[in-house]
């Protein structure tokens, strides 16, 4: 015999009282609350799903934002790398420009330097060749002037002189 018609079946009335309990549920309109609570709770988890939504599309907009900041970034560094560069190099060319200029400017400064020893030199060696001379002539005129008294050369010279200024 099935468990359904068996009376001596404990199984038996367990599903009586679950047919009970079911028939005063629905008579008590349980069913509307029952319908009502999962209602809400759909509202409350589409609620969520839809923030959840808006939350994931400004996220979205937001990382594009980052993204292009970050790409507006990249470029004004790279432009101002470039810059950097171009600073450098034209910084470089005057530097090497303005030490060529003063090493130019430097051996002009020594060429004139040594120029002007030389001529210091020259003139040196001309003064001193000047007294040499101005000795050799004085011993020469001595010698000649203690050899003989009187020159007539000298003798002659100064007898025209006075009839010059004589006249």
């Known amino acids: ?23 005063v549920l629905w008579r008590v309109g349980a069913h509307g609350m029952i319908g009502k609570a999962l209602d809400a709770a759909g509202a409350k988890v589409q609620a969520q799903l839809d923030e959840a939504a808006r939350l994931n599309a400004e996220a979205q907009s937001l990382l594009t ?8 970034i990249e470029k004004a560094s790279a ?5 950097a560069q171009a600073d450098a190099d034209r910084l470089r060319a005057e530097a090497a ?9 430097r051996a002009d400064l ?8 030389e001529a210091q030199a020259a003139a040196e060696v001309k003064a001193a ?8 002539a004085e011993a020469v005129l ?24 004589a006249a």
């Open 142 to 165: 001595t010698a000649r002037l203690a050899a003989a008294k009187s020159d007539p050369l000298i003798d002659a010279g100064l007898a025209g002189l006075g009839k010059r200024f």
């Open 110 to 117: 020594a060429e004139r330097k040594i120029a002007i020893a």
């Open 97 to 105: 420009e303005k030490l060529e200029e003063d090493i130019k400017r």
């Open 65 to 72: 934002q980052v993204k292009t900041r970050h790409a507006e």
């Open 1 to 23: 015999m099935s468990v359904f018609y068996n009376l001596n079946d404990p199984h038996f009335w367990v599903f009586i009282g679950l047919l009970v309990f079911g028939f």
């Open 79 to 83: 432009e101002m790398l470039k810059a």
């Open 129 to 136: 060749a000047a007294d040499l001379a101005a000795q050799a």
